[in-house]
């Protein structure tokens, strides 16, 4: 059983950064792949960023070049960056675990989740 639970979530106007926090606990944290994922009101919930056991990363391309995902092993937290941030952004963002080892998309995919930290950006 894995536990998340993320922070950092808040209200920004446009163009501004935000950095989230998920910390874990239980399982064997460095072997997972972790992941980012955010749902707008009325959107399917999708994959922002992942991070996998090598440092392998995802991203999707709409938040390439202006999202970093990172990890701390020895922490157990796993980071999202985020920079230059647009009101699209907008959005409940959820940590996630796939006890695999290749990065997937999908969310039923993923076996634990985070309650979910809100993202305002105000245009």
């Known amino acids: 059983q894995v536990h998340l639970v993320e922070s950092g979530g808040g209200l920004v106007q446009a163009g501004g950064s935000l950095r989230l926090s998920c910390a874990a606990s239980?399982?064997?944290?460095?072997?997972?792949?972790m992941g980012w994922f955010r749902q707008a009101p009325g959107k399917e919930r999708e994959l922002t960023a992942a991070?996998?056991?090598?440092?392998?990363?995802y991203y999707a391309d709409s938040v390439k070049g202006r999202f970093t995902i990172s990890r701390d092993n020895a922490k157990k937290m796993v980071y999202l960056q985020m920079n230059i941030l647009k009101p699209e952004d907008t959005a409940v963002y959820y940590c996630?675990?796939?006890?695999?080892?290749?990065?997937?998309?999908?969310?039923?995919?993923?076996?634990?989740w985070g309650q979910g930290t809100q993202v305002t950006v105000s245009s």
């Open positions: 996630a675990v796939d006890a695999g080892v290749v990065i997937y998309r999908a969310p039923v995919r993923y076996d634990y």
């Open positions: 239980g399982g064997t944290f460095s072997s997972y792949v």
């Open positions: 991070i996998d056991r090598n440092g392998g990363r």
